[in-house]
T-cell receptor, first 110, second 112 residues
Framework: EDQVTQSPEALRLQEGESSSLNCSYT??????LFWYRQDPGKGPEFLFT???AGEEKEKERLKATLTKKESFLHITAPKPEDSATYLC???????????FGKGTRLHILP | DGGITQSPKYLFRKEGQNVTLSCEQN?????MYWYRQDPGQGLRLIYY???????QKGDIAEGYSVSREKKESFPLTVTSAQKNPTAFYLC???????????FGDGTRLSIL
């Protein structure tokens, strides 16, 4: 069964304390992997698309990487405004449906 | 600015009532989607449409209906057959072919 698993479920960091969020998937024949940021009461905001193993994308303090089995979202020197839920989603190989993980709730303490 | 507009932001349903959630996009995207988000769960696909006048059931379509009469609009009706409708509903759209979906800001539906 196609699955997307994110870990940890929740993460509390001090401002400036770098860390990584994990997204592992069992979908074979990956067509694309997406990272989103979601603030409370809002829709997910698109961050990155990764299409092949070894690919990396960066935006400000965020860097997304992809291997054949998982993706990491690295957060460098985070600030309180980086607090949000980060969602990972995988594009299934045989149709255009997306499977979402349950997300990682990130809280950055000032 | 291009984007996806969902309305209303909050909606209340009485027992036995059908309610309709609006979703409009001006991104000229072909595909549109409806998801349901519950606490502690990932987004679950209700219905999707890849072209006007055509749509397909997602993973949890029971108790819901949609229409796609215009490219810009994809309204979702939550019928009285949906016994647990309280959730956060998200509409999304995308250009076809491996492109990311872009989301509206959701409608929170509650039961009176």
């Amino acid at each position: 069964e196609d699955q997307v698993t994110q870990s940890p479920e929740a993460l509390r960091l001090q401002e400036g304390e770098s860390s990584s969020l994990n997204c592992s998937y069992t979908v074979s024949g990956l067509r694309g992997l997406f990272w989103y940021r979601q603030d409370p009461g809002k829709g997910p905001e698109f961050l990155f698309t990764l299409y092949s193993a070894g690919e990396e994308k960066e935006k400000e303090r965020l860097k997304a990487t992809l291997t054949k089995k998982e993706s990491f979202l690295h957060i460098t020197a985070p600030k309180p405004e980086d607090s949000a839920t980060y969602l990972c989603a995988v594009l299934k190989p045989r149709d255009d449906k997306i499977i979402f993980g349950k997300g990682t709730r990130l809280h950055i303490l000032p | 600015d291009g984007g996806i507009t969902q309305s209303p932001k909050y909606l209340f349903r009485k027992e036995g009532q059908n309610v309709t959630l609006s979703c409009e996009q001006n991104l000229n995207h072909d595909a549109m989607y409806w998801y349901r988000q519950d606490p502690g769960q990932g987004l679950r696909l209700i219905y999707y449409s890849q072209i006007v006048n055509d749509f397909q059931k997602g993973d949890i379509a029971e108790g819901y209906s949609v229409s796609r009469e215009k490219k810009e609009s994809f309204p979702l009706t939550v019928t009285s057959a949906q016994k647990n409708p309280t959730a956060f509903y998200l509409c999304a759209s995308s250009i076809q072919d491996r492109q990311p979906q872009h989301f509206g800001d959701g409608t929170r539906l509650s039961i009176l």
